[in-house]
């Protein structure tokens, strides 16, 4: 059965960078791509960008673009994103969700992580 | 970027009721690529609907979904006490995707 496992809480100052993993099974990974979208606390969701597995092209939301990288390493089937000059704006859960191989969208999330919260505070 | 405005706020209702929620986009989505989400305390989202219509693997037939353009629906038919949640729409058509800011459906 597919599967999305993600990396569990992170604690960061304003300024500094964190990374989330979202490691995939039950599917051939480099078919897909992963989406990530991130809810701050009682709020809504919101789409941060996306990366394929199967070429490595991103793309990124406007509001975060020049702070946030996606990468994903196919030896290991783990999806990462890393966000940069954290703000406490940023304190959130951020999820993982398998999407489109060539572009960012086409297809709905019908498989998420677990989500992992990222709490940015002084 | 298209902006996905979801009516009402909050639902009240009681179990066995019928649950009506809207969603209207700014401007027309591609291909109907809209879909619906439920979401609980605490868990990721669940696709419930895609294509505007299409239920998603092992989703009840209580729920459905409509519309096409920029106005949809989704239709929860008899509201069992597990329906009682927030959900969202999402346009997937076009880069930004980006959602609705949901509906809370509660119990009255």
């Known amino acids: 059965q597919v599967q999305l496992v993600q990396s569990g809480v992170e604690v960061k100052k304003p300024g500094a960078s964190v990374r989330v993993s979202c490691k995939a099974s039950g599917y051939t990974f480099t078919t897909y791509g992963i989406s990530w979208v991130r809810q701050a606390p009682g709020q809504g969701l919101e789409w941060m960008g996306w990366i394929s597995a199967y070429n490595g092209n991103t793309n990124y939301a406007q509001k975060i673009q020049g702070r946030v990288t996606m990468t994903t390493d196919t030896s290991t089937t783990t999806a990462y994103m890393e966000l940069r000059s954290l703000r406490s704006d940023d304190t959130a859960v951020y999820y993982c969700a398998r999407d489109h191989p060539t572009a960012p969208y086409s297809i709905a999330f019908e498989y998420w992580g677990q989500g992992s919260l990222v709490s940015v505070s002084s | 970027e298209i902006v996905l405005t979801q009516s009402p706020g909050t639902l009240s209702l009681s179990p066995g009721e019928r649950a009506t929620l809207s969603c209207r986009a700014s401007?027309?989505?591609?291909?109907?690529?809209l879909a619906w989400y439920q979401q609980k305390p605490g868990q990721a989202p669940r696709l419930l609907i895609y294509?505007?219509?299409n239920r998603a693997t092992g989703i009840p037939d209580r729920f459905s979904g409509s519309g096409s353009g920029t106005d949809f629906t989704l239709t929860i038919s008899r509201l069992e006490p597990e329906d009682f949640a927030v959900y969202y729409c999402?346009?997937?058509?076009?880069?930004?995707?980006?959602f609705g800011g949901g509906t809370k459906v509660e119990i009255k």
């Open positions: 294509r505007a219509s």
């Open positions: 401007q027309s989505v591609s291909s109907s690529y």
């Open positions: 999402q346009q997937y058509g076009s880069s930004p995707l980006t």
